[in-house]
């Protein structure tokens, strides 16, 4: 077995790989995450993987009569704050505030 490159890990934390050759079964055109050792292979592609987008953070005021209004940023009336997956817009938490 082949001995990993010293850095292997430190470089898997920072790039991505695909393989772009659709005509391998393991081709799907997806930049995935290198997992251990990097490969190298000719047809495959490689970047450095994106910063992540910071989450997005929306406050409302909602009234007992099902009526919420959307603010600008925290206000003193603002009872709710939801936080979006800028990646996904899947919610990610819905916090009730006092």
Not at 16 to 27: A, F, V
Not at 35 to 54: H, T
């Amino acid at each position: 077995m082949k001995t990993p490159h010293k850095h292997a890990a430190l470089i898997a934390e920072w790039i991505q790989d695909t393989s772009r050759d659709l005509e391998c079964s393991w081709g799907n055109d997806k930049w995935e995450t290198v997992n251990g050792c990097p490969s190298w292979l000719e047809d495959w592609e490689f970047r450095f993987k994106p910063e992540p987008k910071p989450d997005v953070v929306l406050y409302y005021f909602a009234n007992i009569d099902g009526h919420i209004w959307p603010s600008a940023g925290f206000l003193v009336q603002d009872n709710l704050k939801l936080t979006f997956d800028s990646q996904t817009g899947k919610l990610k938490s819905a916090e009730v505030l006092k």
